[in-house]
């Protein structure tokens, strides 16, 4: 099967998988984190639209991914016309890139987007209390938040004016590859997720 050598480690491709999924999930759990802030692409009108957003969850069993977002910007009503979407992390300390696509299902009234509203802080709440979706043409270079929550937090019960535009997209996996970049010789190496979120797995030619 092969394996590969990496900080002192040796990772076959089962552990590979596991150690990238680790990977994500502590992503997920710190901001100071390299895979804290990913870059997500959907496909539009225009051909492809790219962005960072923060990963917010990540379920290892269910191969899912997660991230917040206003479902009046333009990505939520995107996904709702194609709802394939990729993932790239890059550790550049680590000279790590995992990729990853997969299909995406939003949440907005629904006990999945209350369970992560409930446990937002103010902080992430009041960006979605902003009167004008994200987008919306302006005179001038605004934050778009309500002028009193620009130098303040909002109370516990200000900050129930953004619940309506709050959403979550979670990204079903079906495809991952994992790029090492290395002076002695990159590795790769690709998995794919069946129905039964099983795993197939190969190395790759970098």
């Not at 051909?47 to 479902?71: C, M, P, Q, S, Y």
């Not at 680590?94 to 949440?107: F, N, P, V, Y």
């Amino acid at each position: 099967m092969g394996t590969v050598l990496i900080d002192g480690m040796e990772y076959d491709l089962p552990a590979l998988e596991k150690d990238c999924w680790a990977r994500l999930l502590n992503g997920s759990l710190g901001y100071k984190n390299p895979f804290h802030n990913p870059a997500v692409a959907n496909g539009n009108a225009q051909g492809v639209n790219i962005r960072t957003v923060v990963l917010r969850k990540v379920d290892i069993e269910k191969k899912e991914l997660a991230f917040h977002t206003d479902i009046r910007s333009g990505k939520w009503e995107e996904l709702k016309v194609n709802n394939a979407n990729s993932w790239i992390f890059y550790d550049p300390a680590g000279k790590m890139q995992i990729r990853l696509s997969g299909t995406a299902t939003l949440h907005h009234d629904d006990a999945f987007a209350n369970k992560a509203w409930h446990k937002s802080t103010m902080s992430s709440r009041k960006i979605y209390s902003g009167q004008h979706g994200p987008s919306s043409l302006s005179a001038l270079p605004v934050s778009g938040l309500p002028e009193e929550f620009e130098t303040a937090h909002p109370s516990l019960e200000q900050s129930e004016v953004g619940r309506k535009n709050f959403g979550i997209v979670i990204t079903e996996i079906n495809w991952m590859e994992w790029l090492w970049l290395n002076s002695a010789g990159h590795r790769r190496a690709s998995f794919r997720y069946n129905k039964d979120r099983t795993c197939t797995a190969n190395w790759l030619v970098p």
